[in-house]
Nanobody, 126 residues
């Protein structure tokens, strides 16, 4: 499985962006997917995840309900809708996927996930 993110860019604080994650390769297995981010000088942190059907989701507490994860399995695309963006949201955002049965706690650790994208930069300015 290969992942390619898109949709990052410059946005003013309070604005919105929608990131996309195109999944290619062997997508025959059901897979969980999610988003992580890494700001300059900081460790990678979990943002959101969802199971194959998109029925179960988990978000980082710090997001305060501003982000929404979704997916369109027919198109093999995952999304991260980001609203009310703050300066602290500036980071490189990474999409990740895994073929194992969805376990939100395990997925948020980011350890041993099957595939990662190359990242897309999101910069929020005042």
């Amino acid at each position: 499985v290969q992942l390619v993110e898109s949709g990052g860019g410059l946005v003013q604080a309070g604005g919105s962006l929608r990131l996309s994650c195109l999944v290619s390769g062997d997508t025959s297995n059901m897979y969980s997917m999610g988003w992580f981010r890494q700001a300059p000088g900081k460790a990678r942190e979990f943002v959101a995840s969802t199971n194959w059907r998109g029925e179960r989701t988990l978000y980082a507490d710090s997001l305060e309900g501003r982000f929404t994860i979704s997916r369109d399995n027919a198109k093999n695309i995952g999304y991260l809708q980001m609203n009310s963006l703050k300066l602290d949201d500036t980071a490189v955002y990474y999409c990740a996927a895994d073929r194992s049965l969805y376990d939100s706690s395990w997925f948020r650790s980011g350890n041993s996930l099957d595939a990662w994208g190359q990242g897309t930069q999101v910069t929020v300015y005042s």
